[in-house]
Every structure is written in C-alpha cells, then in structure tokens.
C-alpha cells in the first residue's frame, strides 16, 4: 500500500481499529447515548478545547441536567454557567434550542439529521453526530478538524466555495462504513484532535502514516522545515505466542543500550527478521500488525511496530537459558519490562 495513497475502501476499517485500540474513550459525554448530553458537548467543543470544556461541562450539566431544565432557565442564568467559555451565541442558541425541543417535540430530540438540523445553532456536522453517536443513524460529519484530516488524507483543499465544500462532503459521505458509524465518527474526531493536528501533526501515531499523501508528498518534504537532532528508529517488536497455553516469548536485552538489561519482546530491525526469528521458535499459524506506538525516550524516538504472531501449537523451542524463554502473562508482568511493551502486554 506503500506510495499509492490510502485505500478509501479500507480507511474506516483502519479507523475504527485505531479508535478501538488508541481513541479517546472516558469523555464524560462518552458515557450513554443521551442526546442531550451530547449536544451540550458538541455546542461547548466548537471552538474549544477539550480540556477547557472538560472544567465547564459538568457544572453546566449539574446546573441543568436535562433539556426540560435548559428551556426553563432564564437566558442570563445560561450565560452566567457559560462565563468564561467565550463565543456567547453559542449559549444563546443554546436556551432557544431547548426551548425548540419542549416546544416543537415534546422535549425528545429529534433522530433525523434533518430534523436536528433544523433547531437553532445546530448546523448539519453537529446534527450528524448526534444523529450517529444517539440513534445510529449513518451520516458523516465534516467539522474543521474533519476537514483537515480528509483534506491531507485524501489530497483535498479545504475552502469556503460552493465546489470545495461539495467536494469534501462527497468524500466523507463516500467514506462512511456500513457498520460501526460511532466508532468511526469518534476515531474522525480524535485523530483530529490529538494526532493530525493543524500545526504539526503526529504523523508518526497515525495509522495512516505509511500511505498519507500529506506524508508522501516530495515537495511538501522538501518545504519542509529541518528536523529536529532527535533520531528516530523504528522498531518491529515480535509477540510470538503460544495458542495452546497463555505464554508469550521475552528476551533479555543487553547490559548497554535502549532499556538495558530489561526483558523485552524481541526487537527488530524489519519484519522479515522478525518473522525468521518466529519460525525459528515455532512455525507460523498467523501474523497481526498492530498499530505503531511512538515511545519518547531522551535522545531517541521509538516508533514501535507490535507484530503479534501466533504459532503452531506443540512445536514451540525451548527457553533459551536464563536469557530468553515462555512466559505465562502473569509472570512476565511481575518482569522488569520496558514501559510500552509493559502497556502493549496488559492491553492483551
Ligand atoms: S499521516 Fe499525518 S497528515 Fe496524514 S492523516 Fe495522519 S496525521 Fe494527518
């Protein structure tokens, strides 16, 4: 896939496995599928960052924790638990929203994306999600952060005309899976958020690096400003298991060098070493790439490659002296294991 660009037929898939493994899951907002809740959150994160909206939501939820309580308030008291949050439309529209909602349906949010679109303050990406994240409806969203993750993903312009703006909804309408819309909706909003961010992105915890035009692109990398003195080594780490027993192979590193003397799944320099070494130890049933881990050590960044491979039952080597050998899971987490692959293996 390597130089092709990425495969639009297999980027939801992709992730969704990435939201899976690596998003943002104990958002308070997270937490049901409330739509109330929801919107709140949506309203508050336009224009703001989590973390500040992180110290508001609750007191505004405690304050008026339902829609019924929102509609019933008087505007200055929504503006006063706003304080502070800034663009003081959005409160505004706020109040006349929830008054909408009791007045026109009962005080139960809409389910359609058109029908939420058509409340005060709610334009059609915030109506998608609600409609994604509270009724399973399939719609896409395309807020600012969208935009610039389609935009680089996909070699797309992000513009305010009538084409560009077509032209990006057509995308992220064609990109949208057939199942898992509300992990897929949140892996668009935290890849966003945290990794493909407006001014340097992460492009190293990606799982789109390998194939990202943005990442391929030879006059951007020429623009591109000098890299900072740190290294970079990417690292293929084999977690060669055992189907018929829970054991996992470790290895002992060297007294010198990147986390000396800890035990360690083996580490490679590319996969067909790591691939030798597990036919070595006992042939191979299956393979899992998983997603990269960037681990920042002082001096050096370490892009991990966690290989899981499975081997043939019963046809496993023999630990290797006090150097290397089967671990069941419980033991090799009571190890002096590096603190990514310590991570990499509670996870499982
Ligand atoms: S590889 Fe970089 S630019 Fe491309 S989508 Fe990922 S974070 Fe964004």
Excluded at 84 to 97: D, V
Excluded at 174 to 202: E, F, H, I, N, W
Excluded at 218 to 235: D, E, F, G, I, T
């Amino acid at each position: 896939m390597t130089g092709r660009g990425i495969d639009p037929a297999s980027f939801a898939a992709r992730l969704v496995r990435w939201q899976r493994d690596q998003g943002r899951h104990d958002l308070p907002w997270q937490q049901g599928r409330d739509p109330y809740r929801v919107w709140v959150s949506e309203i508050m994160l336009q224009q703001t960052r989590v973390d500040t909206v992180l110290r508001y939501y609750p007191r505004f939820l405690q304050r008026f924790p339902d829609v019924r309580a929102l509609a019933a308030a008087a505007l200055d008291e929504v503006l006063e638990q706003w304080s502070g949050l800034g663009y003081y439309r959005r409160a505004r529209n706020l109040h006349a929203c929830a008054r909408q909602v009791c007045l026109l349906h009962g005080g139960h949010f809409p389910r359609t994306r058109q029908e939420l679109e058509a409340l005060a303050g709610i334009g059609r990406s915030t109506a998608a999600a609600i409609a994604v994240f509270c009724f399973e409806q399939r719609e896409a969203i395309l807020d600012a952060n969208v935009q610039r993750v389609l935009g680089r993903a996909f070699g797309l312009r992000p513009g305010s005309d009538a084409a560009s703006r077509k032209a990006m909804w057509d995308c992220a309408e064609s990109l949208l899976p057939r199942q898992d819309l509300p992990a897929y909706t949140q892996g668009l909003m935290d890849l966003g958020a945290t990794v493909c961010k407006p001014t340097r992105p992460d492009c190293l915890l990606c799982p789109f690096a390998a194939d990202c035009p943005r990442e391929l692109d030879p006059v951007r990398a020429a623009r591109a400003p000098a890299p900072a003195a740190r290294r970079s080594l990417p690292w293929v780490l084999l977690w060669a298991r055992d189907p018929a027993r829970p054991a996992i192979w470790l290895q002992r590193r060297d007294a010198h060098g990147i986390w000396p003397g800890l035990w360690c799944l083996p580490q490679h320099d590319d996969e067909s070493r790591a691939l030798a070494q597990a036919r070595a130890l006992g042939g191979v049933l299956h393979c899992v790439r998983h997603d990269p881990v960037l681990h920042r050590l002082t001096h050096v960044d370490l892009l991990l490659h966690p290989m899981e491979v499975v081997l043939r039952p019963h046809a496993l080597a023999a630990d290797a002296g006090d150097g290397a050998g089967w671990f069941d899971p419980a033991r090799a987490l009571r190890l002096g294991l590096p603190a990514p692959v310590r991570k990499l293996l509670q996870r499982a």
